[in-house]
Each structure stands twice: as structure tokens, then as C-alpha cells.
């Protein structure tokens, strides 16, 4: 049994849900929660999680920034990812990073795919052979039914500097294909794993007429053993990044995960790493907040 309660979300409507498949651990979790959104711009309705830092119920005037994650399903709970039991564990890792101090405390929201259409919302151009090319209209949902919801239920910060987005494998191409048309909205980008031979690389022309550059703080990484056709077009997206105007270290931060694979667990492994570079602690080393 579910109970909402219906609320504002752009030109969309979420609903607040009380979720059975939740597992106990996060039901029990004041800092969890989860939506339903309703989009007006594409069909299907889709949850979406929300993880709150753990000094988010301490200081009620501070504000947050926010990283938005593709495949919200795969994140937090084993119930409900593809693979089950097989998660990101955003909020432990992101707790523990915010806890110590060594990343600044940050609001995860991820939007669940809705399954067939993934494909089709997850992609930038349409492919002759394989369709897709949603990607501009998941953008728009994103932009305008989602970010307006989160910013007026939480305390973020709503700017493009604290706004982050991120995923992997079609998930890392959508954020990035995002970003780079949407910079004034989403400031930095995860993207793991990506996609990147997705209708003969057309991403990298994307990438290529990104001119001037845009303000973007990009993390890129890609495992080694996710195949050597993958980790070629990874090594290229970032000497086309370079080329652009990114800078190695400021900018940009490229990760080959030697021996890692294409799923949850490499990524899990390598979340840590995303929010220390997207999202540094501001709190000087030897202080407390």
C-alpha cells in the first residue's frame, strides 16, 4: 500500500511514496525519501530518491549542493536494483565522505530509468539502426519538472556551480551530452563508464563543437577491463576534452580503473573518488564545521 501526497514539480506532479519495496534500513531512514514524478514532457512515471546529508537536520539554515544520478534504482536500495542487492551504496559511501569531512556534505537525487525506454531517454542523437535520441526531452523533464521541485522542497544551492549530474555507461553519455548543452544549469558531471559508441561516436562531434568551451568541472573514467574498443574511445573523449580547453587535475579528471568491469560494484568502488573531486570539502583541515 502506498500513501501520497501530491505536490508542485515544474509543469509535472510528484507524489510522495511510502514504499514497500524499500529495504527496512532506508524505511527507517528520516533522510531518505522517495517521489513519483509525473512528466508532462515524457511517458511513464518514474521514482525518484532522495538522500540527505547526515548535518542536513542540524544547522536549518544551511544550504547544499546537489548531484543528480541517472539509474536512481541502482543507487541506494537492493530491493529495487537491476541487479539485486548489487547498488552504487551512494548514501553509505556519501555519509562516510561527509562525516570525515573530506567532501563537502551533498544531496544525492536519482531518477530511476523506466525500463524499455532507457535507451531512448539516455541518448543524444537518433541512431538508423537503433532508434533513440530522446535525450534533449529527458533534459527538459530534468530541467524543468524536477530541479524546480527539489529546489523549493530542499535547501540547495540551485546554481550551476553545486548543481552536478551524473552516471554510467548510457547514463555517462546523457550526463555529459547535458551538461555540455546545459552548462549554465549543471555545472559539474560524473561521467563513468560512458556509452561512448553510441551512434558512431557522436558524441565526440558534440564534444567538438563545444565552442567556447563551457564552465564544466568533469569527472571521465572508464575500467580497464571493460573492453579495448571502450577504453580507446574513453582515451579519446579526453584528449578531445584537452583539446577543448580542459585542463588535466583543474577541470578534468580522467580514471582508468585497472581490472574493473562494466557494473555496479566497479562503480561503487569508484564513487568516492567522483564526490572528492566534484565535490571538495570547503572546511579547512583541522576545523570543525
Not at 54 to 83: A, C, I, K
Amino acid at each position: 500500500m502506498q500513501n501520497s501526497t501530491s505536490v508542485p514539480a515544474g509543469s509535472g506532479e510528484l507524489r510522495l511514496l511510502r514504499k514497500k519495496a524499500a529495504s527496512p534500513d532506508l524505511l527507517a531512514n528520516p533522510r531518505y525519501k522517495v517521489y513519483e514524478l509525473h512528466s508532462l514532457i515524457l511517458p511513464g512515471a518514474r521514482d525518484i530518491m532522495v538522500y540527505l546529508p547526515p548535518q542536513y537536520f542540524d544547522n536549518q539554515d544551511h544550504r547544499y549542493p546537489v548531484l543528480y544520478l541517472h539509474d536512481g534504482q541502482n543507487l541506494f536500495d537492493g530491493l529495487t536494483s537491476y541487479l539485486p542487492g548489487r547498488t552504487w551504496q551512494a548514501q553509505t559511501t556519501a555519509d562516510k565522505l561527509a562525516s570525515a569531512g573530506e567532501i563537502e556534505p551533498v544531496i544525492l537525487v536519482g531518477v530511476a530509468n523506466t525500463g524499455l525506454r532507457r535507451m531512448a531517454e539516455y541518448t543524444p542523437t537518433r541512431d538508423f539502426k537503433m532508434g533513440g535520441g530522446e535525450g534533449r526531452s529527458y533534459g527538459r523533464l530534468l530541467i524543468e519538472e524536477l530541479k524546480p521541485f527539489i529546489d523549493e522542497t530542499f535547501r540547495t544551492r540551485p546554481e550551476a556551480t553545486s548543481t552536478g549530474l551524473g552516471g554510467s555507461s548510457l547514463g555517462g553519455l546523457i550526463s555529459l551530452y547535458l551538461g555540455l548543452e546545459n552548462p549554465g544549469v549543471f555545472g559539474k558531471l560524473a561521467v563513468l563508464s560512458p556509452s561512448l559508441w553510441w551512434d558512431h561516436r557522436s558524441i565526440l562531434e558534440i564534444v567538438n563543437q563545444a565552442n567556447p568551451k563551457p564552465t564544466l568541472q568533469i569527472w571521465m573514467d572508464i575500467g580497464m577491463a571493460e573492453g579495448a574498443r571502450h577504453v580507446r574511445d574513453a582515451d579519446l573523449l579526453y584528449k578531445q576534452l584537452l583539446k577543448q580547453g580542459w585542463q588535466a587535475g583543474a577541470d578534468l579528471m580522467y580514471m582508468k580503473a585497472a581490472g574493473a568491469v562494466h557494473d555496479e560494484d566497479a562503480w561503487a568502488k569508484r564513487l568516492g573518488d567522483v564526490l572528492r573531486f566534484l565535490f571538495p570539502s570547503r572546511t579547512p583541515k583541522g576545523t570543525t564545521r
